[in-house]
């Protein structure tokens, strides 16, 4: 998201009635959609000196199309440099939460990519899991069970120095 062409190719990527992708080419398309927002928004504010916020990035990515659904590594960390330009965050958050609390939280009606089951959920979450272990200055791990005040200040916490 976050562009008009990112949108509408998540908007493609989470519609149920879309049905199953071929997992590369699932790829493809949020690599895409990310593409537009490093050339319209992230890279302009950045030469501004402005700080950006993403909700995902291509850690997202590796661990959702590569570990969730099999996309060879190298073809996810080589479409992710081609998309973001090589950009990295200075700090990354992962929001972790176990499958039960996961499955509470989501009590609405499941996009594509959530109607995949708790299987895929925890390759997901396992994956998130082993990358943030890798530079634990950089990549925070953050217990998101708890209150949302709680989880706030936690992330707060871990941003802080940096603004």
């Not at 990527?13 to 992230?42: F, S």
């Not at 708890?146 to 200040?153: F, G, R």
Request: glycine content about 8%; proline content about 4%; overall charge positive.
């Amino acid at each position: 998201g976050g562009t008009l062409v990112g949108e509408k190719i998540r908007g493609l990527l989470l519609d149920p009635a879309v049905g199953e992708l071929d997992p590369v080419t699932e790829v493809l398309l949020y690599q895409a959609a990310r593409r537009r927002l490093v050339l319209e928004r992230i890279r302009p504010a950045l030469e501004a000196g402005k700080v950006v916020l993403c909700d995902r990035w291509h850690t997202a990515t590796q661990a959702y199309q590569g570990a969730g659904s099999g996309v060879d590594g190298a073809i996810v960390r080589l479409t992710s440099k081609i998309a973001t330009d090589g950009l990295e965050p200075r700090r990354a958050i992962l929001l972790d939460v176990d499958e039960a609390t996961a499955a509470a939280r989501m009590a609405r009606p499941l996009d594509r990519i959530e109607r995949r089951g708790p299987d895929y959920r925890l390759r997901v979450r396992s994956e998130f899991r082993r990358l943030f272990s890798r530079d634990p200055d950089r990549w925070v791990r953050i217990d998101a069970s708890a209150s949302e005040d709680v989880v706030a200040d936690a992330v707060w916490k871990a941003v802080r120095d940096l603004l």
